[in-house]
């Protein structure tokens, strides 16, 4: 065993001391902590994924197709019907989840000496991957509701100049959704002051009661779209993200992906998941319906609860969210402290994953 601490090693400055994302991975009878969807991917899918990755294991000596043309084309074919607005598959881009997306635009349009701007609380990792490409950050204003001041982020991006500007609608960990007059106000904001990429991040815009900001891709080529396939198609495991952009934006980032970064098997099994999503998204059906559940039973026990356009809600007020977390948590069910102040996060689950956790916060409540 080494004594050599992190600190021992010539780690960049701005890393010393930070932690690694994550969220507990416990053995309890109920995890509704990481957003997951809850279902199991359904049998004939299951079969085709296997069909697929053995047609494709056959060529596992060769490279794989390095553009994902295919899958491109088929990631658009869906962008196109469920988003409303025509794309192609030069509007379309793929990588190894969102995450890599992200940091393959910070790649690109980030870095050293550039800046990146986000609205907190908000997804963490847009934070973490910046100082990982040696962007800086800058933490925007939100509400005490959590929503985005369009005035206050007018002012924040005037003032700072960022190089990229991050909008995650639904947003992670809050729930709500931003309206489409205020991603416009920040892309016109963004534009005068720079001009700014403005990077949308709709990871969990299948869930949302609105629609998707796709449409707002015409005529504005410093604006891209983030997706993943972790939550609505039920593929954590797979690892898939994608974005939607401007033709240009699809080509810059490929300055920086690394060669063949997305294997055969990945490709095989991300094009089965796209011929079952209407199966997929019917349990995006039962997700939402479980969802507003959640919401109505945890606002009717006396809990105060964001709106939630997303797989998850919100709740709290805790004098110690921690503790309550760990409350919860003694009764079988982990949920997540994302540190936000006063408040928890619970991911919807089966009907049976969400009654265990109704039934813990209900005997929880009468210790508050």
Do not use: C
């Not at 997306?101 to 907190?120: C, D, K, M, N, S």
């Amino acid at each position: 065993m080494s004594d050599v601490r992190i600190d021992d090693l010539p780690v960049r400055d701005e890393l010393r001391g930070k932690s690694p994302y994550g969220a507990p991975q416990l053995d309890v009878p109920v995890r509704l902590n990481t957003n997951e969807n809850p279902y199991p991917l359904p049998e004939p899918l299951v079969e085709r994924i296997t069909e697929r990755v053995r047609e494709a294991a056959r060529s596992l000596n060769r490279y794989p197709d390095r553009d994902a043309v295919q899958l491109r084309t088929e990631l658009a074919k869906y962008l196109t019907e469920t988003g409303g607005h025509p794309l192609g598959f030069e509007n379309v881009w793929a990588a190894n989840g969102s995450n890599e997306v992200i940091q393959q635009l910070l790649q690109t349009f980030g870095g050293p000496g550039r800046t990146a701007i986000g609205f907190e609380p908000s997804y963490s990792m847009h934070a973490l991957i910046a100082r990982g490409t040696g962007t800086g950050w800058i933490p925007g204003p939100r509400n005490e509701n959590f929503a985005i001041d369009p005035d206050a982020a007018r002012r924040a991006i005037a003032e700072h100049k960022p190089d990229v500007v991050f909008i995650t609608t639904p947003n992670n960990p809050t729930g709500n959704a931003v309206p489409p007059e205020t991603v416009l106000a920040l892309y016109e904001a963004a534009q005068a002051a720079k001009p700014s990429m403005v990077v949308v991040d709709e990871a969990y815009i299948e869930f949302s009661h609105g629609d998707s900001l796709l449409p707002l891709l015409q005529g504005r080529p410093h604006l891209v779209i983030s997706r993943t396939m972790s939550k609505a198609f039920g593929a954590a495991g797979l690892r898939l993200g994608y974005l939607a952009a401007d033709p240009a934006v699809v080509d810059a980032v490929q300055l920086v992906r690394l060669p063949y970064h997305l294997s055969a098997i990945t490709q095989a099994t991300a094009l089965a998941a796209l011929e079952h999503t209407d199966t997929l998204l019917g349990y995006v059906q039962q997700l939402k319906a479980e969802r507003d559940r959640l919401v109505a039973e945890l606002r009717a026990t006396g809990y105060e609860v964001t709106e939630s356009d997303a797989n998850f809600v919100q709740f709290g007020r805790f004098e110690n969210a921690h503790e309550a977390w760990q409350k919860i948590l003694d009764r079988g069910v982990l949920v997540r402290d994302n540190g936000v102040p006063g408040w928890l996060r619970v991911t919807a689950g089966t009907p049976e994953e969400n009654d265990a956790f109704l039934d813990a916060v209900r005997e929880l409540k009468k210790e508050l």
